[in-house]
């Protein structure tokens, strides 16, 4: 059974910080891609931030500069660490692992993120 669990999520000011986890489990992790995907109330679901098998990493230009992927594939985990964070940024964040192709696509439940102004 394939799980994938978010964590980290929460309600935070303006300008401060998140780290956002995802554990997978049922998968062989370092075969798939993972990526950091958000759904704003009335707003289709974007992408965030991709981190590759290899480890090339890829985010929307609303995150640039202020998030970082990373992956650690012993631990079967991925994390977003958000920086600077808006009001905008506020919304459910889902992790999804995709192996490109090769199979099915999973997501996570999903972690709600609120910043106050």
């Known amino acids: 059974q394939v799980q994938l669990v978010e964590s980290g999520g929460g309600l935070v000011q303006s300008g401060g910080s998140l780290r956002l986890s995802c554990a997978a489990s049922?998968?062989?992790?370092?075969?798939?891609?993972m990526g950091w995907y958000r759904q704003a109330p009335g707003k289709q679901r974007e992408l965030v931030a991709v981190v590759t098998t290899g480890g090339s990493t890829n985010y929307a230009d609303s995150v640039k500069g202020r998030s970082r992927i990373s992956r650690d594939n012993a631990k079967n985990t991925v994390w977003l660490q958000m920086n600077s964070l808006k009001s905008e940024d506020t919304a459910i964040y889902y992790c999804?692992?995709?192996?490109?192709?090769?199979?099915?696509?999973?997501w996570g439940q999903g972690t709600q993120v609120t910043v106050s102004s």
């Open positions: 999804k692992a995709d192996p490109l192709g090769y199979g099915r696509a999973f």
């Open positions: 049922g998968i062989i992790f370092s075969a798939y891609a």
